[in-house]
């Protein structure tokens, strides 16, 4: 089955932290090369913030979150982490999981979502 869950939001004040869990499948591990984290504010698009490869040689993050989230990911548990520091109430959002797939390029396996919100 192919299969994201993501898990770890919540609500948090400034300043705090939060770990985002999204684990794969492994269907989805195996026909897949890139995992990317998401995050979507109502009324707004879909803003990238992460990826890295599973084999996690290649790592990107969005200049708004640069220094204070980092990217990771634990092949043997196919799972990947998004760790949030120095969190602000801008960075609320409902935060998605997605996996890019090896034969199209595109992501197109995406999880349910998991809010995080960040209180001043």
């Known amino acids: 089955q192919v299969q994201l869950v993501e898990s770890g939001g919540g609500a948090v004040q400034a300043g705090g932290s939060l770990r985002l869990s999204c684990a794969a499948s492994?269907?989805?591990?195996?026909?897949?090369?890139?995992m990317g984290w998401f995050r979507q504010v109502p009324g707004k698009e879909r803003e990238f913030v992460a990826g890295i490869t599973w084999q996690g040689s290649i790592t990107n993050v969005a200049d708004s979150v640069k220094g204070r989230f980092t990217i990771s990911r634990d092949g043997a548990k196919m799972t990947v982490y998004l760790q949030m520091n120095s969190l602000k109430p801008e960075d609320t959002a409902l935060y998605y999981c997605?996996?890019?797939?090896?034969?199209?390029?595109?992501?197109?396996?995406w999880g349910q979502g998991t809010q995080v919100t960040v209180s001043s």
């Open positions: 997605a996996a890019k797939s090896t034969a199209t390029q595109s992501y197109n396996i």
């Open positions: 492994a269907r989805t591990f195996f026909s897949t090369n890139l």
